[in-house]
């Protein structure tokens, strides 16, 4: 992988590791769905005039592409993220970061069956070992696990919003093969994902009233610029340069990310089965963005 691509994982990986937290102060102020609303609203605006003062490129195109931005919209900026929002209500963010580790192995499986991608032997190995990462990062909680009804929903609910995630990573992915500028076809993704919250939000009755709190604002600045601008430029670059399947790779450092920064905040102590599930993630990492080797060709000669 080269150095730009390398900026690109660590950048969303990093901001990623992050987010986790920055979460709660939102859901501790809002609903989930005026939540992410007002995240996707202020992100939209954001990235519309990034285009139209600095990247200065066509926001025209056809309603056919429309539908492509609209559905990236519906399932990355809307439905993934009530869903994980709603998870962080039930369980911990340990056990959220948990689940939205499967968004490699989804994506390994829609770039396989829709996009006939092969999967390399890399990224399956590496998959392995970065899961075998997250558990031993998570085996507190895992064996704290209390298996009630509302600790059920939670964990069903964050694997659902993965798989929706991976969804909207598909049709990104659609977008790059159309030729589409990654900060273009984002800033019409997240104005239909701010859209489609809004309409949830009205038919579910939700109160849309914003905090003024300085927690609040300070979050749905950090995550509505950091958090989505930069961040989902960062990752939707990467689904285009290296595929879906080995940008998703980010879901297994960012948590590894959490933790270190939970150590300044939260006083996490470092243990035995942190270190090795740290260095697991890391492993597995390099092994599923190392690049394959082309397979050598013999020249047959008369």
Request: hydrophobic share 55%; glycine share 6%; proline share 3%.
């Amino acid at each position: 992988m080269n150095s730009r691509n390398i900026l690109l994982f660590s950048v969303c990986s990093l901001i990623w590791g992050t987010t986790w937290f920055v979460i709660k102060f939102q859901i501790d102020s809002t609903s989930p769905v005026a939540g992410v609303f007002y995240r996707y609203v202020l992100a939209a605006v954001m990235m519309f005039a990034i285009n139209i003062l600095f990247i200065k490129k066509t926001l025209r195109y056809p309603l056919a592409n429309h539908k492509f931005f609209l559905l990236q919209g519906l399932f990355n900026f809307c439905l993934n993220y009530i869903l994980t929002y709603i998870s962080e209500k039930q369980i911990s963010s340990g056990l959220v970061a948990l689940t939205f580790t499967a968004l490699i192995y989804f994506n390994m499986f829609g770039m396989k069956v829709i996009f006939k991608k092969e999967i390399s032997r890399n990224v399956i190995y590496g998959a392995i070992l970065g899961f075998m990462g997250i558990v031993l990062l998570f085996w507190k909680e895992l064996v704290n696990f209390n298996a009630d009804r509302m600790t059920i929903y939670g964990i069903v609910i964050g694997i659902v919003a993965t798989s929706f995630a991976s969804i909207g990573n598909m049709f990104a992915y659609k977008n790059h093969q159309l030729k589409i500028p990654v900060m273009t076809f984002n800033a019409w993704g997240m104005l239909y994902g701010a859209c489609f919250s809004l309409i949830i939000g009205l038919a579910t009755h939700q109160s849309f009233v914003l905090p003024l709190t300085k927690s609040f604002m300070f979050s749905l600045t950090y995550l509505a610029f950091f958090g989505t601008v930069v961040a989902f430029w960062a990752y939707q670059t990467l689904v285009g340069t290296i595929g879906a399947d080995r940008a998703a790779y980010t879901s297994i450092i960012s948590p590894v990310i959490a933790i270190v920064i939970s150590s300044f905040f939260e006083n996490i102590v470092f243990t035995p089965q942190l270190y090795a599930g740290m260095i697991l993630c890391f492993l597995g990492n390099l092994l599923a963005l190392k690049k394959t080797p082309a397979p050598r060709t013999t020249e047959l000669r008369p």
